[in-house]
């Protein structure tokens, strides 16, 4: 092999390495869903500039299972969400309503106002509502990674099977239904008060892969190796000359 051609496939195999290193995957530590059975709106946004988001005193009463890999169980719920606050004007792009929130913290437990076992709790840094305008239904996203998940069963199972430290860091996709009245932008340019009567939701978090960056830096192992050999020859064949 000529130190040109060695040099090539060692820079390539770098480039693989760095890539590998950042490559990340989602796994799912919860799903969550649930109707209220009275049809009262457990999940209510209040409106206006400085409007709140957020559940009944009891929470949202949910079915929530557990992570995939994990014990995989499943228990009758509520979900306790909020207080967050809408954090600037709401705005109409092609159809679709966007209003900006704040950061907040949720919690799933198996009894009512935070009683029984916990499976899950987290805070998160922002979060955004969009919905077609108009529409009965909405969907709260969260930004990539700004999830954090504290504490719970769920999270423990997650470790087990997972691994991971103390700060698990991940995504939240929460959907409000049969929202009454149907979704608006008031006078002032902020979303009008709403109730919601039902809700669903994925509690992702975000593992590292570490296989492709192991075998990246393995395969640069043996090319450093080939390179000293292929230096070697060169030394060799200088001082047979």
Do not use: H
């Not at 206006?48 to 499943?74: F, K, M, Q, R, S």
């Not at 979900?79 to 954090?87: A, C, R, S, Y």
């Not at 198996?110 to 009965?136: D, E, K, Q, R």
Request: aromatic letters at 8%; glycine letters at 18%.
């Amino acid at each position: 092999m000529s130190i040109r051609n060695f040099l090539g496939l060692t820079a390539a195999v770098v480039s693989l390495s760095a890539l590998a290193t950042g490559a990340q995957a989602n796994t799912t530590i919860a799903q969550i869903t649930g109707t209220t059975p009275s049809g009262t709106a457990d999940i209510t946004f209040s409106g206006g500039p400085g409007g709140t988001l957020v559940t009944a005193a009891g929470g949202n009463p949910i079915i929530a299972v557990g992570p995939i890999g994990g014990a995989g169980d499943t228990f009758a719920s509520f979900l306790n969400f909020g207080p967050i606050t809408e954090t600037g004007p709401a705005s109409t792009v092609l159809g679709t309503i966007v209003a900006p929130f704040s950061g907040g913290a949720f919690s799933i437990w198996t009894g009512s106002g935070g009683t029984g076992t916990l499976l899950l709790s987290g805070n998160f840094t922002s979060s955004a509502l969009t919905s077609a305008s108009g529409s009965s239904g909405s969907i709260l996203n969260f930004g990539l990674n700004s999830v954090t998940y504290t504490g719970g069963l769920f999270r423990t199972e997650f470790l087990a099977v997972n691994g991971g430290g103390p700060g698990v860091v991940g995504n939240l996709s929460l959907s409000l239904a049969s929202i009454n009245p149907i979704l608006s932008i008031d006078g002032g340019g902020f979303l009008a008060a709403f109730g919601a009567t039902a809700s669903s939701g994925t509690f992702d978090a975000t593992t590292a892969v570490p296989e492709p960056s192991e075998w990246a830096f393995g395969a640069l192992s043996t090319l450093s190796i080939g390179g000293m050999m292929v230096r070697a020859r060169r030394k060799r064949g200088m001082a047979k000359a």
